[in-house]
């Protein structure tokens, strides 16, 4: 074999082994890219899987935390209407009670006149008499009371809000201010003519240690202090003391104790011997 034919058959045998090199690096490549892609495709995989159980544990902690607010708003609910009930129960007029500061014991001041057998008696004798009892106390009132409080708050611009109750119980004392009651002397008739003032509420007093508060719907972006607590039931004091006054059933009975307990303070100044006790309205 010449030299040509040497060089042509190496020629040959060089161009095959580079061929046959690039295949095997094309198939080399092939495999790397199958891998990379693989290797993608499961870690695609592995952030959806984590996305999804992250889903599903904040449905559960969502799922869990409104099942514990209605519990709790049942439970208050609940706790609240046997309170409401026992109120309803409670809230009469049965417990009104008759109380005076003093009772004058002394006996009245008499005038008399030129005839030895007239007595009279003088406007300044009866008020004084019936004054010295300083604010009468006539009606006693025990009360359970069951309130609904919602407070409302913009936080960021969002509305929020948060529901409680509070339970608690009162006494209310009724009475007069007997300093601006109006006295009048008809002597001819024999009669000591009496207009009573308007009752008024003497005090109000809620008892604390009956004071239970119950969250309905929590907030934590709401904070409730103890003065924002107080301010609620003292309006809720005021509402009470209003409704109670209005009440035409329960007027009508302090006025009727109030007159029993001046007639008594009468009697005992010995007023009464001689004249008769009328009342007018105002």
């Not at 006149?113 to 004798?125: D, F, G, H, K, R």
């Not at 948060?162 to 002597?187: A, C, F, H």
Request: proline content about 1%.
């Amino acid at each position: 074999m010449d030299e040509n034919g040497v060089r042509k058959d190496r020629e040959v045998r060089k161009d095959k082994e580079v061929s046959k090199n690039k295949e095997v690096s094309k198939d080399n490549k092939d495999e790397l890219l199958n891998d990379e892609e693989k290797s993608t495709i499961s870690f695609s995989q592995f952030i959806i899987i984590c996305v999804v159980i992250l889903l599903l544990c904040l449905l559960a902690i969502l799922f869990a935390m409104y099942r514990n607010e209605a519990g709790k708003k049942k439970s208050a609910i609940e706790q609240a209407n046997s309170y409401s009930e026992l109120a309803e129960q409670n809230d009469t007029f049965t417990k009104k009670s008759t109380e005076r500061r003093t009772v004058p014991t002394t006996l009245a001041t008499t005038t008399t006149t030129t005839e030895a057998t007239t007595t009279t008696i003088s406007v300044n004798t009866v008020q004084t008499k019936i004054e010295s009892a300083g604010e009468l106390v006539t009606s006693k009132y025990h009360y359970k009371d069951v309130f609904e409080h919602k407070i409302f708050k913009d936080v960021l611009g969002i509305p929020t809000s948060e529901e409680r109750i509070y339970v608690y119980s009162g006494v209310i004392l009724v009475g007069y201010d007997l300093t601006k009651m109006k006295v009048s002397i008809d002597n001819t008739k024999k009669k000591i003519i009496i207009q009573l003032p308007k009752p008024n509420v003497i005090s109000h007093d809620i008892d604390l240690e009956s004071f239970q508060e119950y969250d309905i719907k929590s907030n934590m972006f709401i904070n409730v202090s103890t003065d924002d607590v107080m301010e609620v039931l003292e309006k809720q004091k005021h509402n009470k003391s209003m409704e109670l006054l209005r009440n035409k059933e329960y007027i009508k009975d302090v006025e009727q104790n109030a007159k029993s307990v001046i007639k008594n303070i009468l009697i005992g100044a010995q007023l009464l011997e001689e004249y008769e006790l009328e009342y007018v309205e105002e």
